[in-house]
């Protein structure tokens, strides 16, 4: 591929196909041009316009991305060994992408791969996207069904409660159970005794599994995780 595709395809599959043909290129190539720096600097000249036509598809369809910086820089580039006119003109169509879309997140300082905070692309989907409502019903979802798990595990802890302080009261009001065996030593009847029995089931009482909440307290990061859950199951 020698240009940046001016007509990119306005759709998902056409973004996935975009990301799919980067992957085997990449597979395909593997580190075959490692040890040749003119080569090498093909391959990722050649990987950088394949993303920025994927870029270019993603912000078609997702026009929130362009307002947060790419994770490369044109500077980035500038150790590449590039000899002919031709691909020094491809190397510049790239950079010249890469300076427009720093321009245009403006001093957001923010690329989508920041850690979830205020402002992350996830909360702003979340808040802002065409998604934001079937985003707030999955969150709404979410919060009904770890709401109605923890008053489960409240009904179960009450539960299994009342019984271990029941075994407790009985074993603490029985005793041991002797016998007198044939030449009149007394033993301790184990296999027949109620007490050590009821203790054994103390000693080993299932315990209850902590109920931890599906998503974070912080509100930023709730809404990134529904966000990115949502778009993973659609």
Same mark, same amino acid.
Request: aromatic residues 8%; charged residues 25%; contains cysteine.
């Given at each position: ?12 599959? @056409?973004?996935? %196909? ?14 075959? #041009?490692?040890?040749?720096?003119? %080569? ?27 307002? #947060? ?16 006119? !031709?691909?020094? =003109? ?11 879309? =720093?321009?245009?997140?403006?001093? *957001? ?9 205020? @402002?992350?692309? @996830? ?9 934001? #409502? ?20 409240? %009904? %179960? ?18 005793? !041991?159970? #002797? ?8 033993? =301790?009847?184990?296999?027949?005794? @109620? ?9 080993? *009482? ?29």
């Amino acid at each position: 591929m020698h240009t940046i595709c001016s007509k990119t395809p306005t759709s998902a599959a @056409g973004c996935i %196909q975009l990301a799919r043909a980067i992957a085997m290129y990449m597979d395909l190539v593997g580190n075959s #041009y490692d040890l040749n720096p003119e %080569q090498k600097s093909q391959m990722l000249l050649t990987i950088m316009e394949l993303w920025a036509a994927m870029d270019k598809t993603a912000i078609e369809l997702f026009p929130l991305l362009q307002e #947060y910086e790419p994770v490369f820089s044109p500077s980035h580039f500038d150790i590449l060994q590039i000899s002919r006119l !031709c691909d020094m =003109h491809r190397l510049n169509t790239v950079r010249l992408y890469l300076k427009s879309r =720093h321009e245009r997140a403006g001093a *957001f300082g923010m690329n989508i791969f920041a850690n979830p905070a205020k @402002g992350c692309f @996830g909360e702003r989907y979340y808040n802002e996207s065409l998604d934001s #409502y079937a985003l707030q019903k999955a969150h709404t979802k979410i919060e009904d069904a770890a709401k109605a798990a923890r008053e489960r595990k409240i %009904q %179960q802890w009450m539960t299994m409660s009342a019984e271990y302080e029941e075994k407790v009261k009985i074993s603490s009001q029985s005793t !041991c159970l #002797y016998r007198t065996d044939a030449n009149g030593q007394v033993r =301790h009847n184990e296999r027949g005794c @109620g007490k050590c029995t009821n203790q054994r089931q103390l000693d080993t *009482f299932r315990k209850i599994r902590v109920q931890e909440h599906p998503l974070p307290a912080d509100e930023a990061e709730a809404k990134t995780v529904v966000s990115w859950q949502y778009n993973n199951i659609c």
